[in-house]
């Protein structure tokens, strides 16, 4: 749980210069990231049961997949878990779907 308060749930200027402006081109970004990180957050949920590795694993594709699109809160949330994967808490989970569903949110606005 990393203070996310100063980070924006989806940086639009970095999600623009990935699809160069293309708003179809965007949402089909987003709708690959919408299927991606329930199957992430399944499996980071599933190794709350303490496979460390399993844990970090999961949390490393979530940050990268939430970093590429600029989904940026979310990178930042995936990043705090990953570096807390010694120690792996539901706490961590709760704070990772509270900023997914921030993002969907701004999905859903698009």
């Known amino acids: 749980m990393s203070d996310t308060s100063g980070e924006p749930v989806l940086d639009h200027r970095h999600l623009d210069a990935c ?3 293309d708003h179809g081109l ?3 970004v987003l ?5 991606q990180v ?4 399944a ?3 599933a190794a709350l049961g303490g496979d460390a590795e399993e844990w970090r694993r999961a949390v490393h594709r979530l940050k990268g997949a939430a ?3 600029g989904a940026r809160a ?8 990953e570096t807390a994967a010694r120690a ?6 709760r704070a990772l779907r509270d900023a997914w569903e921030h993002v969907t949110a701004e999905i859903a606005s698009l």
């Open 26 to 28: 965007k949402r089909e």
């Open 38 to 41: 329930p199957e992430y957050l």
């Open 43 to 45: 499996v980071i949920e």
């Open 74 to 81: 979310l990178a930042a949330e995936a990043a705090a878990a």
């Open 67 to 69: 970093r590429a699109v």
């Open 19 to 21: 699809t160069e402006g």
């Open 88 to 93: 792996v808490r539901p706490e961590h989970l």
């Open 31 to 35: 709708g690959i990231l919408a299927r």
